[in-house]
Nanobody, 126 residues
Framework: QVHLQESGGGVVQAGGSLRLSCVAS????????WGWFRQTPGKDRDFVAG????????VYEDSVKGRFTISREDANITVHLQMNSLKPEDTAVYYC???????????????????WGQGTQVTVSS
């Protein structure tokens, strides 16, 4: 009943920036925790960043700390991922995920999220 739609992916040269967005639609509820994940062929879907509803506490996978920033817009049920200083190893399909909010830190695992987008391709050339 809740549909997530990512946008903002594309091709960028190493060192460049992209801003991904994800909007929820359908039978939506405003109080969500959010996550971003990425996946390459033959690999598991890995956590990138997460932010909770309660206090906007954000967490990041080690390799993107200092380069990526997750933020949310609750009024529009939207989450963003600002990606700076992109590297070729950042190339992947990026997925947004959401769940009804819970107390505690942002979730880091795939199994903890309820709703998923279909992904947007990010390609970083060297």
């Amino acid at each position: 009943q809740v549909h997530l739609q990512e946008s903002g992916g594309g091709v960028v040269q190493a060192g460049g920036s992209l801003r991904l967005s994800c909007v929820a639609s359908g039978h939506t509820y405003r109080w969500y925790d959010w996550g971003w994940f990425r996946q390459t062929p033959g690999k598991d879907r890995d956590f990138v960043a997460g932010i909770n509803w309660v206090d906007r506490h954000d967490v990041y996978e080690d390799s993107v700390k200092g380069r990526f920033t997750i933020s949310r817009e609750d009024a529009n049920i939207t989450v963003h991922l600002q990606m700076n200083s992109l590297k070729p190893e950042d190339t992947a399909v990026y997925y947004c995920a959401a769940r009804p909010y819970r107390m505690g830190p942002p979730a880091r695992s795939v199994a903890q999220y309820t709703y998923w987008g279909q992904g947007t391709q990010v390609t970083v050339s060297s």
